[in-house]
């Protein structure tokens, strides 16, 4: 079965310095891979999707998301994170065997600090 | 162009009850999914409705139902509450066509406290 992990459950990084969340898939074909943000109270942002090609992908907000099959990794990336950064990351998996439902990791919590 | 609505925002049920959640798709997106967040199983999906069908299911029981309307509009319906239903409900619209080419627009969700 597809999964999702997301290693770190929580993150602190101080501002202006760099960003790296990872993610890893499970699936035996290239998948759909999406980064999505929440911030509090509120439902989920896209910031990235790869589908296929490229296997860097630039997305909103700054973010970056590169696509390793050898490692099934899809890590997010931001070169230099700001206070509004804070919130929670979701790294999800879409593959047509599920249909257009989306597998989402646990999620990683980025703390900012100053 | 608005984004996509859930009403209510907040809600509050014993357990037993009944509740039905609506969720209203950005303008011409006719694929709606529901989506279930908690603290320990994180977002799962619920089910995905496309042109009045069920497209997909996730896996949940029979409790959980939803249907769509010919506006796109769709609601879901969670019967016989338990505390565990307790959760932040979402839904998201897409035009998805096929699959997921379109991106999926997600809305600030339903918060539902089971007592």
């Known amino acids: 079965a597809q999964s999702v992990t997301q290693p770190d459950i929580h993150i602190t990084v101080s501002e202006g310095a760099s960003l790296e969340l990872r993610c890893n898939y499970s699936?035996?074909?290239?998948?759909?891979l999406f980064w999505y943000v929440q911030s509090p109270g509120q439902g989920l942002q896209l910031l990235l999707k790869y589908f296929s090609g490229d296997t860097l992908v630039q997305g909103i907000k700054g973010f970056e998301a590169e696509f390793k099959r050898s490692q099934s990794s899809f890590n997010l990336r931001k070169p230099s994170v700001h206070w509004s950064d804070a919130a929670e990351y979701f790294c999800a998996v879409g593959t047509n065997q599920a249909g257009t439902a989306l597998i989402f990791g646990k999620g990683t919590t980025l703390s900012v600090s100053s | 162009k608005a984004g996509v609505t859930q009403t209510p925002r907040y809600l509050i049920k014993t357990r037993g009850q009944q509740v039905t959640l609506s969720c209203s798709p950005i303008s011409g997106h006719r694929s709606v999914s529901w989506y279930q967040q908690t603290p320990g199983q994180g977002l799962q999906f619920l089910f995905e409705?496309?042109?009045?069908?069920?497209?997909n299911k996730g896996n949940f029981p029979g409790r959980f139902s939803g249907r769509q309307f010919s506006n796109s509009r769709s609601e879901m319906n969670v019967s016989t509450l338990e505390l565990g239903d307790s959760a932040l409900y979402l839904c998201?619209?897409?035009?998805?066509?096929?699959?997921?080419?379109?991106?999926?627009?997600f809305g600030p969700g339903t918060r539902l406290l089971v007592l």
């Open positions: 409705y496309f042109s009045e069908t069920q497209r």
């Open positions: 699936y035996g074909a290239t998948p759909y």
């Open positions: 998201a619209s897409s035009l998805a066509a096929s699959g997921f080419q379109e991106t999926q627009y």
